[in-house]
Every structure is written in C-alpha cells, then in structure tokens.
C-alpha cells in the first residue's frame, strides 16, 4: 500500500527565491508593491469584492497568487477557512505543473501552515486500480513556508501522512484488505512508526471468549484478528495509557439481516475506527511524542455464511455479560464492546472508541461532525477543544439512565439493539455496559465515508479521527 505523499511541507532556509509563490492576507490593505507589480495591485484594487478573493497571476516563468480570507471572529472557523481555501488552489498548481510554491503570510498569523495542510490533504488521490493513470499533471514536491519552527512542519508533515494512512486503509477494497491483511498493514506501520505490535488470532481470541467478535466472524470463511499496538517511549509522562479502539469490521454485509439496496456499496470502509485509531498511534509515535498510548482493533467482516449467528441467538461476551441478538446488523458494538472490556486490563487514564457504529448518528448531524457520548468519568473538555482545532466537531449526545431501559431484555442481560429512536445514544448506552474507567464513545459514521469531496475532505474514507486524536495527544503532551 502506497502512503508516500507527494507534497512535503519544508522551512525555507535562504531568501534567495525565485520560484512561484502564493501571498495570503486577511485584508487588502497589506498588499503593496512591494511584492506585486504597479499593474498586478492595480488590477486587485479594481477587482476585489465579496466572492472575488484569488488572483492569479502568470509571469511565464513565475507564477503568483494572491489569496484574501476575511477574518472571523472565532479562531478556529478562520482556521478552517485557510484549509478550505488551500484545497481551493490546489487545482491550479496542477493544471500549471507547478513543482515548488512558496507561502508567503502577509498578516504574520502563522495560518500559511493550515492552508499548506488544506493544499496536501485535498490533493489525495486513490488511484491504485485504475489501468491508465492520469500523468497529465505534476504534483507539488514541497510547499515552502517561513516563520515556523522545524518542529512545528514536522508534526504537520506526520498528521498529512498519517491521515493518508488511514484513507488508503479505508479505500483499500475488502478482497485486498481482509482482517488478516489488515494485519499486514499494521505491521508496516508499526516498522516505520517504532511502536510494538500483537495480533491475536482466532484461538487465543477463543481462549479469550471474546463472544462478541466470535459470533459476528461466524459466517466467514476468513478467521478474525486482535491487534494490539503499544507507544510505550521511556520519557512517557503518564502512568496510566491513554487506549484507543477502533472499530474493525473490514465488510458489512449485514449478516442474516442483510443490507439492501445500495446499503452495502461502502461497506468496505465499516472499518473507518481502525483506520482511525491505528493511524493515530502512528502519528504519536513518528512524532515521538511522550505520552504512552495502545490501541485496540478486532477485526472481522461480518457475512451471511452458513454458520452465521442470527437473531435470536444469546452470546457471552469477554466480560462475561449476555446479549441478545436482535439484528445481526448491529455487529459493530458487539466487537467493540469485547475490545472495551479487555482494555480495562491496562487500568487506563482514559479510553476513546471510535466507529461508524449507526446511520442514526449519521442521520442526526450528517457529515459535518462526531456524534460523542461519555460516562461521568470522563473530562471531554480538552477533547472538544482539538475537535476545534481540526475542525472535526463533536456533538455530544446524552446518556440518560432512561436509555437503559430500551436494551433490556426477559432472556439475557442486554440486546444489541435499541427501538426505533436514539439508536446512536443506545449503541452507546450497549457499550457502557463494558467499561468501569474513563470513557468516551465516538460514532464517525455521518463523516468518515463521503460520497463526494467535501473540501480538503476528499471522496471516499475522509480519514476522520486521525487528525482529531493525534492533536488531543499532542495537546495532552504539552
């Protein structure tokens, strides 16, 4: 699996530029000839108004830029404004062959970072199958930028990486990445990375009586895996891990409750949480950063084979609690919900989960945010603040006691399946059942999977997640 990316971001070390260049300002009153011609600012001056905010230049031998973005009054909305409009001018280096492009901040508030990432991740590409690929047009090798510390472009250059990681996982179809492939994923990223990696398979997931996981394997032919990675540096600063658990159902099929119509067309991607999680932990690593961190991934696809389970059947989990099967479409909180229970092996400061768990979450705020739930336990606070950061929202649903009652059942201690409303919040309220530390349950469903590009956000596995906990752990670090 190929995730070199193309576009390196790069401190530049001498003034002695000449190539093509991009000015960003905030206001049109800091444009000067200073750095445009006499008839360039002129043409600007003449021409700017609301809606009309990129010019472009061509010198035939250079090629400029000049990208205004209003400000806003709230930080992180500017913030994603400079992505945006990064994804905006990535087109035109491509259509011109540009290979190098300098930023140049006119305003000084170090943003040309962020328009650099929105230039980067909206340049993605999956092209791997396809027989006649398009040469057509040359990608950016490096995008200059000033006024950064090498560190800072460092930690940039390994969220853009990481996040294609986690793209390509998603993308990748199931005949090619299956959970024992995945596993071979993992592996590389674990190489290059530095941290350590375990794969349980199928007899010790047994001796585990991991019955979640088990069950929902049953109609495969291919057997499930466990994946344990562990960030364990000897400057870590915590004494109890941080454990994040992805949801690894490679193919949704549905089961014996099958999807229909179209339902199934993306279901290769049911594994966003594991692109996620697993590319998280390869950022922090690369990035060498101290905190201690394992992440969790049972992985199976989920079919109608002749031993499926089905509705009806009542299976005991890890930690040795009952569930009944009402939908075999259910499954993601049944692996999840073993994953969770073993976690508390670690005595974790906190776990996170993610998942594209329900179309209820989707539905409820579809691709614009995380739908996220918790018990009491956890402090959210610095989370919901990186969900700004990267601008991957968090909508935080609640966790009544009164949701309980809609798992109930007269056969067993819980079912898989809520009524007809708040399926997110019951699917949460099932995974409580399997924690006694510091939870927090993210459901990616409406954001991780995009049936069109959405910005810097490009078609297919969006990669959602990873950039959200790389910079919670960067921010714990501090």
């Keep these: 699996m190929n995730t070199i990316i193309k576009t390196r971001i790069e401190l530049l070390s001498s003034q002695d530029y000449n190539g093509s260049y991009v000015l960003l300002s905030d206001n049109i009153e800091s444009l ?8 360039e600012l002129k043409y ?22 000049v990208h205004i973005i209003d400000k806003k009054a709230v930080k992180h909305i500017i913030d994603e404004e400079y992505r945006k409009a990064g994804a905006i001018i990535q087109s035109q280096f491509s259509a011109l062959n540009i290979e190098n492009v ?23 590409k999956f092209d791997k199958y396809k ?82 996981l088990l069950a929902v394997n049953k ?94 059947d009542i299976i005991i989990m890890h930690n040795g609690k009952s569930v009944e099967v009402l939908n075999t479409d259910a499954e993601g909180r049944l692996i999840l919900a073993d994953a969770l229970s073993y976690a508390q092996k670690y005595n974790p400061e906190m776990v996170i989960d993610l998942a594209t768990l329900t179309g209820a979450a989707a539905r409820a705020i579809g691709k614009y945010g995380i739908v996220a739930m918790r018990n009491e336990e956890a402090d959210i ?11 991957e929202r968090l909508v935080e649903f609640p966790m009544w006691d009164e949701y309980d009652e809609l798992i109930k059942t007269d056969v067993a201690d819980i079912q898989n399946l809520g009524g007809a409303e708040g399926g997110a919040i ?17 459901d990616i469903a409406g954001p991780a999977m995009l049936s069109a590009k959405d910005s810097y956000r490009t078609k297919g596995g969006s990669g959602v ?3 959200l906990l790389f910079d919670f752990i960067k921010e714990v670090a501090k």
């Excluded at 001056?45 to 035939?60: I, Q, S, T, V, W």
């Excluded at 350590?196 to 997931?205: C, E, F, R, S």
């Excluded at 606070?381 to 601008?391: F, T």
């Design 32 to 39: 000067s000839e200073n750095n445009l011609k006499k008839e």
């Design 44 to 65: 600007i001056l003449d021409n700017y108004k609301e809606g009309n905010k990129l010019f472009h230049f061509n010198r035939y031998t250079q090629q400029i830029w």
């Design 102 to 124: 300098l930023l140049i901040d006119l305003n000084n508030n170090n943003r040309s970072l962020l328009y650099a990432e929105g230039i980067i991740l909206s340049s993605y």
């Design 131 to 212: 027989s006649k690929k398009d040469k057509s047009n040359i990608e950016l090798s490096k995008i200059y930028v000033k006024e950064f510390t090498e560190r800072e472009i460092e930690l940039m250059n390994i969220s853009n990486e990481a996040t294609f990681w986690s793209r390509n996982l998603l993308n990748e179809p199931q005949m090619a990445l299956d959970a024992q492939t995945i596993t071979e994923q993992f592996k590389l990223m674990s190489e290059d990375a530095g941290f350590d990696l375990v794969v349980l398979n199928k007899k010790k997931i047994e001796s585990l009586r991991m019955g979640g």
């Design 219 to 312: 109609g495969s032919n291919i057997p499930p895996s466990f994946s344990i990675m562990e960030w364990k540096p000897e400057n870590a600063i915590n004494s109890k891990p941080y454990v994040f658990v992805g949801k690894g159902v490679v193919y949704d099929t549905g089961g014996v409750n099958i999807k229909t119509g179209d339902f199934m067309t993306n279901m290769h991607m049911d594994m966003g949480g594991a692109g996620a999680a697993s590319s998280a932990i390869y950022a922090i690593a690369k990035a060498k950063l101290p905190i201690h961190i394992i992440t969790l991934i049972p992985a199976t696809d989920n079919r109608p084979g002749q031993d499926a389970y089905t509705p009806g």
């Design 381 to 391: 606070k610095q989370l919901n603040k990186s969900s700004e950061n990267v601008y």
């Design 426 to 442: 019951t699917a949460g309220k099932f995974l409580q059942n399997f924690v006694d530390y510091p939870w927090i349950h993210l």
């Design 465 to 467: 997640g990873t950039r």
